[in-house]
């Protein structure tokens, strides 16, 4: 084997895995980023207090929204937060004409889009989307429905019960189940 075929075949062993590793890399780099800010969330947010800076960036998270009475599936409508109705509402982007928590259609996703941060924790509880919706939430009612001898309200984070309710800090991702049984 002559000199140059070697390094012919070195240089093009190194092209190969810089570009393995630059477009592997460069295309895991949004995912690695979104993951890192979610598990600083994820840390800072246990135990915050109110007002508290949640993160020093902007959010663009999207939780999953069930809410289920007495064994019937609540709708959750397109649109909440979208429009000049909500021209009031304190998180109002007249640019985009709707507020950092919005709905697009009826699958249950809520859009939580702070788009400056810091964002405090004031801006990710629960009870700011039923705020936007102009609907009843609180640990005892859930729109006119109430505790008491019919049933009472839980609320599911990620499958597991939570007493946060109104107060609980959205992350991204999570899947909300609120139920009156």
């Not at 508290?52 to 009475?69: F, R, V």
């Not at 064994?71 to 021209?87: L, V």
């Not at 889009?113 to 629960?126: F, N, S, Y």
């Amino acid at each position: 084997m002559n000199k140059l075929t070697v390094i012919s075949g070195m240089t093009a062993l190194l092209l190969l895995i810089g570009s393995v590793i630059w477009y592997g890399g460069a295309g895991n780099k949004e995912t690695d980023d979104v993951a890192r800010q979610q598990k600083q969330v994820s840390r800072d947010t246990a135990g915050a207090a109110q007002g508290e800076i949640i993160s020093q960036q902007a959010i663009h998270w999207h939780p999953e929204l069930s809410i289920t009475i007495k064994s019937e599936k609540q709708p959750i409508p397109a649109n909440i937060g979208i429009g000049m109705q909500y021209a009031g509402y304190p998180q109002y982007d007249s640019m985009m004409m709707m507020t950092n928590i919005h709905t697009h259609d009826i699958s249950g996703t809520i859009h939580w889009e702070v788009m400056e941060g810091p964002v405090r924790a004031d801006d990710i509880k629960l009870g700011q989307f039923f705020s936007v919706w102009g609907k009843k939430f609180t640990s005892s009612c859930i729109f006119d429905t109430c505790n008491g001898p019919e049933g009472r309200i839980t609320l599911k984070i990620n499958g597991k019960e939570n007493p946060d309710f109104e107060n609980y800090l959205v992350k991204d991702r999570d899947k909300i189940e609120i139920v009156f049984e």
